[in-house]
């Protein structure tokens, strides 16, 4: 099954970075976001990617080219042009690489891959988003009630800390505890190629007119994870996204990144 990963937006709260480099290629761990995500389908068996690129396309383009050379030790014989590799990561993955517009909204980056994906169930998610999902289990729980939209539903933990009052005194005091309510959008999705036909054109932003009309045919249920998930939305969350990573406890990393990174 594909997975589609939305890659090609301006990323303009993340502005440290994002002038040189587009969003998902914002690294962690010495490694772009983007790799991340893509380990983590990988670890669960889903390892053909199609990539929708958009503002610097040619630096995931350059980026994946080059990826052995990158992420490789090798000799070069300047005589012959010779490469001699010394190691690399076994890497599998088949990765599809699609320019769908600098100015395109979400919904249109997905319409503009119909043809590519075809009439198959699909993977889709955002370029910036980290969870330690079970993503096997996302997809059973889509194919269990058969509906054409799967979302999955976060719910993160609270960017202040949380009062409870009972008057005026301070009944229960939690330093950014994870939202008890308010379930958000996670951002890991799966679909059946049906979805296609809610997408109107680029102008479509994939959250709005596609998914409201999906509820409100009925089609569109919620996978709940209760997990670790994290957007990198600012430098403030690329931050505590590389602390994490620094200290070996990303719960997101797979088997091999804790063999082979930490």
Same mark, same amino acid.
């Given at each position: 099954?594909?997975?589609?990963?939305?890659?090609?937006?301006?990323?303009?709260?993340?502005?440290?970075?994002?002038?040189?480099?587009?969003?998902?290629?914002?690294?962690?761990?010495?490694?772009?976001?983007?790799?991340?995500?893509?380990?983590?389908? +990988?670890?669960?068996?889903?390892?053909? &990617?199609?990539?929708?690129?958009?503002?610097?396309?040619?630096?995931?383009?350059?980026?994946?080219?080059?990826?052995?050379?990158?992420?490789?030790?090798?000799?070069?014989?300047? /005589?012959?042009?010779?490469?001699?590799?010394?190691?690399?990561?076994?890497?599998?993955?088949?990765?599809?690489?699609?320019?769908?517009?600098?100015?395109?909204?979400?919904?249109?980056?997905?319409?503009?891959?119909?043809?590519?994906?075809?009439?198959?169930?699909?993977?889709?998610?955002?370029?910036? /988003?980290? +969870?330690?999902?079970?993503?096997?289990?996302? *997809?059973? %729980?889509?194919?269990?009630?058969?509906?054409?939209?799967?979302?999955?539903?976060?719910?993160?933990?609270?960017?202040?800390? @949380?009062?409870?009052?009972?008057?005026?005194?301070? +009944?229960? %005091?939690? *330093?950014?505890?994870?939202?008890? @309510?308010?379930?958000?959008?996670?951002? &890991? %999705?799966?679909? @059946?190629?049906?979805?296609?036909?809610?997408?109107?054109?680029?102008?479509?932003?994939? *959250?709005?007119?596609?998914?409201?009309?999906?509820? +409100?045919?009925?089609?569109?249920?919620?996978?709940?994870?209760?997990?670790?998930?994290?957007?990198?939305?600012?430098?403030?969350?690329?931050?505590?996204?590389?602390?994490?990573?620094?200290?070996?406890?990303?719960?997101?990393?797979?088997?091999?990144?804790?063999?082979?990174? %930490?």
């Amino acid at each position: 099954m594909k997975v589609i990963i939305l890659a090609g937006g301006f990323g303009t709260r993340l502005s440290e970075y994002t002038g040189t480099i587009p969003k998902p290629m914002v690294p962690i761990g010495g490694r772009p976001v983007l790799w991340h995500i893509m380990r983590t389908y +990988a670890s669960y068996g889903y390892k053909d &990617f199609v990539v929708a690129l958009g503002y610097k396309a040619d630096i995931i383009k350059d980026y994946f080219l080059n990826y052995h050379a990158l992420n490789s030790n090798f000799t070069v014989n300047l /005589g012959s042009g010779v490469v001699t590799p010394h190691q690399h990561d076994n890497i599998d993955w088949n990765v599809s690489l699609f320019d769908t517009g600098g100015q395109t909204m979400t919904g249109g980056r997905v319409k503009r891959l119909r043809d590519f994906i075809g009439n198959e169930r699909c993977m889709l998610t955002y370029g910036d /988003g980290l +969870a330690d999902i079970d993503l096997n289990a996302l *997809e059973a %729980f889509h194919i269990n009630h058969g509906k054409m939209v799967t979302i999955s539903s976060v719910r993160p933990a609270a960017r202040f800390g @949380e009062l409870e009052l009972a008057g005026d005194r301070v +009944a229960s %005091f939690q *330093e950014k505890p994870q939202l008890q @309510e308010g379930w958000i959008n996670g951002g &890991f %999705f799966v679909f @059946e190629p049906g979805f296609f036909d809610l997408i109107d054109d680029d102008a479509t932003m994939l *959250e709005r007119e596609p998914m409201e009309r999906a509820a +409100a045919a009925g089609e569109l249920m919620a996978y709940r994870h209760e997990g670790f998930w994290h957007c990198m939305d600012t430098k403030r969350d690329n931050d505590l996204l590389q602390s994490i990573w620094d200290k070996g406890a990303a719960p997101w990393a797979t088997k091999w990144e804790k063999q082979n990174v %930490f």
